[in-house]
């Protein structure tokens, strides 16, 4: 068995899962700032900032990150949460001296999220032209700027980028969660401190609102963000809003709401491409730094295709699992550690013998009686090879039960061509394109009828 290594070895390796499994607001507020601190028979204990941490980790993500853990030691594991003053946790703000006293209440911005560390490509070109264009202009360009798009996919990434530029050109800038607001309304109709919130949100040169389909059936707090949207905009004051859809499709909005959200520019942000999938990637190995080839980097942009959290979270864990278990990192090893965690997001249909020989004779232009055939030309041969290794990888099936799908092949074929497919993936990066396309489409879930 693999050498297990030390705690905070392993707590790395479970953040990189935990932050594709738990939403990113939820990931920064609690689980961000946490570190490994000890492992030992079994108990494995994790260093919380604080008791607020501690008991909101205790009630809600217990059960999760016991079965990460358990997972990534391969050991039944037991998880305690204590606190640790000492333990220095990563940075999560732009140091407070730098922000304005008005400020130093509101929720800090994260210094990671900049426009030159924003990857563009074809899917949110518009998008990051746009908050570029507000954060150079405010006030002026696009007011308000209403970004949407589905989650992971960088919408919180640039609006806080115009946030940091903002605070960098010395402007008064909230920077909130429609959640928040919510809550911070409520709490002021309770404590009859409604001046207070009024002058908090309408005294800004900016406000940023981080997904605001939160509002949708909340009467009272979409009427006090109209009010709110009218004063800061008619005083030239920029606001710019991210939500999961358009304007018109947030249902129980007010609908003078909903049209002053329309009043500037709407833009989305979409799933990124393989080219900009593999960008982010290697912009974020740059920025670590990360010392991790270029196959193993394609590997995780042709596995995770939908959501970029879920690739800087795939990548995080490959490079953890890595470190933690003292091996090379190669295509092979990232391939089964993301077996478990690659993007299917929706369940498909169990894969089977059959459904992996239609789709290699598809990929490879072929019938299904050429694979079960004795035809030994290279092309052939090598789609036989490929279905006995995605069968192998995808089904639970014996050597034996193979070898007799593949019409009468024996164990010991069947095992060559595994490990031969399996080798041939680490270098010849043309196959393992295509293996990897095969095993995309498998697991696509088709329409309803």
């Known amino acids: 068995m693999t050498e297990i290594r030390s705690a905070q070895q392993i707590w790395k390796a479970a953040l990189g899962e935990l932050q594709i499994q738990v939403n990113a607001p939820n990931y920064r507020t609690w689980l961000a700032n946490t570190a490994g601190l000890s492992y030992q028979d079994g108990q494995f204990a994790v260093a919380v900032p604080n008791t607020f941490v501690a008991e909101y980790l205790e009630k809600n993500q217990r059960s999760l990150i016991e079965r990460v853990l358990t997972g990534l030691t391969r050991h039944e594991v037991r998880v305690q949460f204590r606190i640790d003053s000492y333990q220095q946790y990563p940075a999560r703000s732009i140091r407070e001296k730098n922000i304005p006293a008005q400020q130093a209440s509101f929720p800090l911005l994260n210094p990671k999220y900049t426009f030159s560390s924003f990857v563009t490509g074809s899917s949110n070109q518009l998008a990051h032209a746009a908050a570029l264009g507000v954060a150079q202009n405010p006030g ?16 919180t990434h640039l609006l806080q980028a115009i946030g940091n530029m903002s605070v960098a050109n010395n402007m008064n800038v909230l920077y909130v969660s429609a959640e928040k607001y919510t809550n911070d309304l409520m709490q002021a109709i309770r404590e ?36 709110t949207f009218n004063e800061l905009h008619d005083a030239n004051r920029q606001i710019a809003i991210t939500c999961d859809r358009p304007p018109r499709s947030i249902a129980l909005l007010p609908e003078r709401l909903r ?26 190995a740059k ?95 090598l789609a036989r090879q490929v279905t006995m290794y995605l069968i192998r990888q995808e089904t ?53 009828d």
């Open 287 to 381: 920025q670590e730094p990360i010392d991790i080839s270029e196959d193993v980097l394609e590997l995780i942009a042709l596995q995770i295709q939908q959501n970029i959290r879920a690739l800087e979270g795939s990548l995080n864990r490959v490079v953890a699992y890595a470190r933690l278990v003292r091996t090379m990192l190669t295509p092979a090893l990232a391939a089964q550690v993301l077996k478990d965690i690659a993007d299917n997001e929706t369940k498909a249909a169990p894969v089977t013998p059959a459904l992996i020989m239609e789709a290699v004779v598809s990929s490879f232009q072929l019938t299904p009686a050429d694979l079960k055939g004795r035809k030994r030309d290279a092309e052939t041969a």
């Open 140 to 155: 002026h360009s696009y007011n308000p700027l209403f970004i949407y798009g589905g989650a992971g996919l960088g919408k």
């Open 192 to 227: 009859n401190k409604t001046e207070a919130f009024r002058n908090k949100y309408r005294s800004v040169d900016m406000l940023l609102v981080d997904d605001v389909q939160f509002f949708s059936g909340k009467k009272q707090t979409g009427e006090n963000f109209f009010h």
């Open 259 to 284: 049209s002053r959200l329309e009043w500037g520019l709407v833009t989305d942000v979409q799933a990124p491409d393989f080219e900009t999938r593999l960008a982010i990637l290697q912009a974020r």
């Open 396 to 448: 639970e099936c014996s050597l034996a039960e193979i070898g007799r799908e593949l019409g009468g092949r024996s164990p010991a074929t069947v095992s060559y061509a595994y490990q031969k497919i399996s080798s041939d993936i680490n270098n010849i990066p043309s196959l393992r394109r295509k293996i990897f396309e095969i095993q995309q489409g498998l697991h696509v879930v088709s329409p309803a």
